[in-house]
């Protein structure tokens, strides 16, 4: 069953933010590392061990992690392009239709973004920014109980349309075939059967067998996630997820029964997702109860979505639309949704999201798939200053200065003055010895 609360009761509770580092692990992942590395071994100090052997032992690390965590003992951990292309042939038409469609939209969105180097004369001489793709990128694809083909065409299609040349994709053992062909479609040559915290360090690092990436993204478990915090300053990421999260506004005006299931396919993703309801409407809210309690026991996955809904999920009763888009943007979701009589104003009045999804039409789960924009999105309150995967990730920014002599000799004295008060007597020797020489 999913609560229903005041807003002060989920202000002290369902809508509260903690920093990942703060989060407890649950007693099942202690009692899983302790099993693997030893007694009194927490996660971190697990991840630290991968961390440290792979850079110190590159494919042999990698093998013994694997055999260990995921009892994959291959010494061959290649999956070259002619078994992409035999999953693509073994995949049923249908889904072969629905990789390409979706291939299709994600490539047309990121195509519409616009990136390009500019100069500008105006300012004495030239002088501008100059856009670059990053070299090599590093992709990491979930495996696990629900496999996302999905989210390798959000990550990898967005770095092909920026540029990126060489393009690494991990993804745990033994991979579906549903990943591989997504992989195909892409035009990935090989990937790599590595899961977990050792995929993160192989591409950090490079071995024997995978070149060291310049940048890694894709989401993945806590193992991930601390893995990523770990190598920070190393390695170019696109961020610490946390569990993913839907947020809804909806009015009177919305399906109680659409609201439900929408509330139901985030819950599903895992015990920790957040799937919250604002609105205004106590009988609304009593109506979509209601409704997940009638849907959630025909789904493949009510375990987990129970649990979810249990921990993390909830219906929130508002005085007004205007609190519910204060209490939005303080949360920063994920995923807003607005099931309202006016999206778009109401979307005026909140800044801090992953992404809107606008009226009851343009539901979440379309965004999963096959929208357009990348699925890979800020989570835990972090879209108050991140954005959703995009071409800006893949790219780097030079800044350009060929200025003109006259300008040069105009700006110097302010330099060496600035310079000055700094007390940079080397710095300000640079630009009176210009000055000197125009003099």
Request: charged letters at 20%; aromatic letters at 6%.
């Amino acid at each position: 069953m999913i609560e229903i609360y005041s807003v002060e009761e989920a202000q002290r509770s369902l809508l509260v933010r903690k920093p990942i580092y703060q989060d407890k692990y649950s007693p099942l992942t202690i009692e899983r590392t302790e099993t693997l590395f030893g007694k009194g071994v927490r996660p971190d100090q697990a991840v630290a061990q991968i961390l440290k052997s792979i850079d110190e032992d590159g494919d042999k690390a990698v093998r013994k992690w694997s055999a260990l965590i995921d009892k994959f003992d291959q010494a061959d951990f290649v999956i070259p392009k002619k078994e992409l292309e035999a999953a693509w042939d073994r995949i049923p038409s249908r889904l072969q239709e629905v990789l390409g469609k979706s291939s299709e939209r994600i490539r047309s969105f990121h195509n519409n973004q616009p990136i390009t180097s500019w100069l500008t004369k105006e300012m004495g001489g030239e002088i501008g920014q100059r856009f670059t793709p990053i070299e090599r990128v590093g992709v990491y694809v979930p495996g696990g109980t629900a496999p996302l083909p999905s989210s390798l065409l959000m990550s990898v299609i967005p770095a092909q349309v920026a540029g990126v040349k060489d393009i690494l994709v991990c993804t745990p053992p033994n991979p579906k075939d549903s990943i591989l062909a997504a992989a195909f479609i892409c035009g990935i040559d090989e990937i790599y059967q590595i899961g977990g915290a050792q995929a993160i360090a192989a591409m950090a690092f490079g071995t024997e067998t995978l070149p060291r990436a310049d940048k890694i993204v894709g989401a993945g478990n806590l193992f991930i996630t601390l893995a990523k915090q770990q190598l920070y300053g190393l390695v170019g990421l696109d961020g610490l997820a946390g569990p993913t999260e839907t947020m809804v506004i909806a009015d009177e005006t919305a399906n109680p029964a659409w609201v439900a299931a929408d509330l139901l396919a985030q819950a599903e993703h895992d015990v920790q997702a957040s799937a919250i309801l604002l609105t205004t409407d106590a009988d609304f809210a009593k109506a979509v109860q209601k409704e997940v309690a009638a849907q959630m026991d025909k789904l493949s996955r009510a375990e987990i979505i129970k649990a979810s809904l249990e921990n993390k999920g909830g219906i929130v009763i508002t005085t007004s639309i205007e609190e519910a888009a204060r209490l939005a943007n303080e949360y920063a979701a994920e995923h807003l949704c607005l099931a309202v009589r006016d999206p778009q104003g109401l979307m005026d009045q909140i800044n801090n999201a992953g992404g809107f999804f606008l009226g009851e039409h343009s539901f979440e789960a379309l965004g999963d798939y096959v929208a357009g924009p990348s699925h890979v999105m800020p989570t835990s309150g972090t879209a108050r200053f991140a954005s959703p995967l995009n071409l800006l990730d893949f790219v780097k920014i030079s800044s350009v200065v060929a200025l003109d002599p006259q300008t040069a000799a105009e700006l110097s004295p302010i330099a060496a003055d600035f310079a000055d008060t700094e007390k940079l007597t080397a710095h300000a020797n640079a630009s009176k010895i210009r000055i000197k020489n125009a003099e």
